[in-house]
């Protein structure tokens, strides 16, 4: 080969032919109160999970578009909806319109609900015409998401909960209630899609918007989950989810949450978080308007500071086998590494 051909090759491909990183990406979008997450697997795997709002100017379509052009990802391998409220399914026909997905994973049917909301309903009914032609995969407590690499269990479904103690888990858990409260249906939250991730030694927990009882029915009155290193905060860190008896079980040592200017950061959520006993810290989307200054993250944790002209940066978490993770804050590149 001449001198020259092979110094552009050095030069030219070097960085195309390098390994991938060996984590575990993660990229929590700010959909103002919504769940936007895209993953990418260390093999090149990719999922979306939820979407946001449809409308508004496609504001959520695009803020998802900027991350997945970030995440270098032009379709999905899975599609994860959690559960059929607007906030997290009325935004999946757009997105999987430009973007789309192998294999739709969701909770099955929407359970008789004569409660839910009108925007709820039209969000869960327009769900169904669109899985028509596509491979659609309704999972059960105990499952496993297909995702090389990773090993995503599926910890609640539909309102059915594991019932036995995942490896190495299963002990009493004394922050438990005496009583555990009686189901409530309202919306579809508590029929949502929670799921541990395990990657090497690496521990994730998301819950997507399951509500306190549904919790707790994961982790009262044995834990059968274990701990987590990181916490998805649950339902964007309102009061009616994130049961103090989980957070005491997972142990967490940071938290992120899905808030939006207005919802979530309960005063007794960030109580609870708080005084996890591993707990480092709490990222958020978004600073809380109504949550004040005692009770939001420092600022440096906090991805977006107003709501108006929102900028829609986003968390990005970088998991690695020695259960290590990156977190780092698009808006101004501040990060922090948890060790093992
Ligand atoms: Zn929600």
Not at 2 to 18: E, M, V
Not at 43 to 64: E, K
Request: net charge positive.
């Amino acid at each position: 080969m001449p001198r020259w051909t092979a110094l552009w090759i050095t030069l030219c491909c070097a960085s195309a032919f390098a390994p991938a990183a060996d984590t575990l990406d993660i990229w929590v979008v700010d959909v103002e109160g919504g769940k936007a997450t895209i993953v990418k697997s260390p093999s090149g795997q990719t999922m979306m999970i939820d979407g946001g709002m449809p409308g508004l100017n496609d504001r959520d379509l695009n803020r998802v578009a900027a991350a997945a052009e970030a995440a270098g990802v032009k379709q999905f391998d899975v599609y994860l909806v959690t559960h059929y409220d607007v906030d997290h399914v009325g935004n999946v026909p757009n997105i999987y319109n430009r973007f789309p997905a192998k294999l739709l994973v969701d909770h099955g049917p929407l359970l008789p609900n004569p409660k839910l909301g009108a925007g709820n309903r039209r969000a869960a009914d327009a769900y169904i015409p669109f899985l028509r032609g596509k491979r659609r995969l309704s999972v059960k407590p105990g499952d496993v998401i297909p995702f090389a690499g990773v090993k995503v269990m599926v910890l609640a479904s539909n309102e059915q909960f594991i019932q036995k103690p995942i490896a190495g888990a299963g002990a009493a858990n004394p922050a438990c209630p005496a009583s555990l409260p009686a189901p409530v249906r309202v919306d579809d939250n508590a029929a949502s899609v929670g799921t541990l991730w395990e990657f090497g030694k690496f521990r994730m927990v998301d819950l997507a918007d399951l509500l306190q009882w549904a919790e707790l029915r994961l982790v009262c009155p044995k834990n059968l989950i274990g701990t987590a290193d990181l916490f998805m905060v649950t339902h964007h860190g309102l009061g009616q989810s994130n049961a103090p008896a989980l957070i005491q079980a997972l142990q967490p040592k940071a938290a992120i949450a899905n808030n939006g200017e207005r919802k979530g950061i309960a005063p007794e959520v960030v109580k609870a978080l708080r005084s996890a006993p591993r707990m480092q810290d709490i990222w958020q989307l978004h600073y809380s308007a109504t949550a004040g200054a005692e009770l939001n993250a420092p600022e440096p944790f906090i991805a977006n500071m107003k709501a108006q002209g929102c900028e829609g940066n986003w968390i990005k978490v970088s998991a690695r086998r020695d259960g290590s993770f990156t977190v780092t804050n698009s808006r101004n590149s501040f990060s922090k590494t948890y060790k093992p």
